[in-house]
């Protein structure tokens, strides 16, 4: 059984940076892309950042140059550096891996999301 386990969200003030983790654990066959999403109260859960497993990223409009994903293989762990934030960052982040065993089955894992909170 796959599981998400996401740390290091918590109450930053405008400004400051936090750095989110995210590991799986239990049997996997093979993780594609990795990615974080958001989700502010009220609002539709919007991607943020994805890393692919050649280590290509996009982002968000909103988070790019100030955001940092990355990828650990052999940990299977995602990562988010998020520097220089900002109130309107604040929500629940999920990170969310795609993994691979067919093209027919190529199902997506969620982390329970954790709390980002920035005050200004």
């Known amino acids: 059984q796959v599981q998400l386990v996401e740390s290091g969200g918590g109450l930053v003030q405008a400004g400051g940076s936090l750095r989110l983790s995210c590991a799986a654990s239990g049997s996997i066959f093979k993780i594609n892309a990795m990615g974080w999403y958001r989700q502010a109260p009220g609002n539709q859960r919007e991607l943020v950042a994805t890393?692919?497993?050649?280590?290509?990223?996009n982002y968000a409009i909103s988070v790019e140059g100030r955001f940092t994903i990355s990828r650990d293989n052999a940990k299977n762990t995602v990562y988010l550096q998020m520097n220089s934030l900002k109130p309107e960052d604040t929500a629940v982040y999920y990170c969310n891996f795609q993994a691979y065993y067919s093209n027919l089955f190529r199902p997506n894992y969620w982390g329970q999301g954790t709390q980002v909170t920035v005050s200004s």
């Open positions: 890393i692919t497993s050649d280590g290509s990223t």
